[in-house]
């Protein structure tokens, strides 16, 4: 079964850091582009961040500078490091698949974890 | 960055009759490689999102073909064409042209 399991979530405190990992089953994460999207509560969808099959990888102007998208081809998972947490970065995390002929048509979601930053 | 406006917000309709949602963009969506990378995605209450369409006009296999994508340039729409009652939530466009990724806002269906 193609499928996405994300972990790691949790209570931070403001500034402090938390990884992310979301493991794949069904597919290979190196053949295609893997992004993170998170959702505040109540709020609406936000591209967070994407890595491609190549290495390369992008963030939303957000994050950038704080988090850190990468994978594990050989444990087939990807991750997201987040430092120096905000308040505003209380979401639930998704991972999700972009097809490698369109990398922004998310075709699979994982269940999302929740990260909450607060003191 | 390319700001994604739908309308409406809200959107209560009556079994059976059809839905329609719209999403302008404010730039073009269409990508130098001639394809115009607009996807509607469905988030039912409690779970995550579900692409519906991809590429302003295909239908992902296993979506009921009451769904229907439309458009070009900067103006889409989605529509429902008989509103079930699982298709309650929200719906959401996203482009995938130009970066930041951006989604829409988002527009909630409810039956009436």
């Known amino acids: 079964e193609v499928q996405l399991v994300e972990s790691g979530g949790g209570l931070v405190?403001?500034?402090?850091?938390l990884r992310l990992s979301c493991a794949a089953s069904g597919f290979t994460v190196s053949s295609n582009y893997m992004s993170w999207?998170?959702?505040?509560?109540?709020?609406?969808?936000?591209?967070?961040?994407?890595?491609?099959?190549?290495?390369?990888?992008?963030?939303?102007d957000s994050v950038k500078g704080r988090f850190t998208i990468s994978r594990d081809?050989?444990?087939?998972?990807?991750?997201?490091?987040?430092?120096?947490?905000?308040?505003e970065d209380t979401a639930v995390y998704y991972c999700a698949r972009g097809p490698p002929d369109d990398f922004s048509a998310f075709d699979i979601w994982g269940q999302g974890t929740m990260v909450t930053v607060s003191s | 960055d390319v700001v994604m406006t739908q309308s409406p917000l809200s959107l209560?309709?009556?079994?059976?009759q059809p839905a329609s949602i719209s999403c302008r963009s404010?730039?073009?969506?269409?990508?130098?490689?001639?394809?115009?990378?607009?996807?509607w995605f469905q988030q039912r209450p409690g779970q995550?999102?579900?692409?519906?369409?991809?590429?302003?006009s295909n239908r992902d296999s296993g979506v009921p073909d009451r769904f229907s994508g439309s458009g070009s340039g900067t103006d889409f729409t989605l529509k429902?064409?008989?509103?079930?009652?699982?298709?309650?939530?929200?719906?959401y466009c996203?482009?995938?042209?130009?970066?930041?990724?951006?989604?829409?806002?988002?527009?909630?269906?409810?039956?009436?």
């Open chain 2, 26 to 39: 404010s730039q073009s969506l269409v990508h130098s490689d001639g394809n115009t990378y607009l996807n």
């Open chain 1, 13 to 17: 405190r403001p500034g402090g850091s």
């Open chain 1, 73 to 87: 081809n050989s444990k087939n998972s990807l991750y997201l490091q987040m430092n120096t947490l905000r308040g």
């Open chain 1, 37 to 60: 999207v998170r959702q505040a509560p109540g709020k609406g969808l936000e591209w967070v961040s994407v890595t491609y099959s190549g290495g390369s990888t992008y963030y939303a």
């Open chain 2, 80 to 91: 429902i064409s008989r509103v079930e009652a699982e298709d309650v939530g929200v719906y």
């Open chain 2, 48 to 56: 995550s999102p579900r692409r519906l369409i991809y590429q302003v």
């Open chain 2, 94 to 112: 996203m482009e995938g042209t130009h970066w930041p990724l951006t989604f829409g806002g988002g527009t909630k269906v409810e039956i009436k």
């Open chain 2, 12 to 16: 209560p309709v009556t079994l059976g």
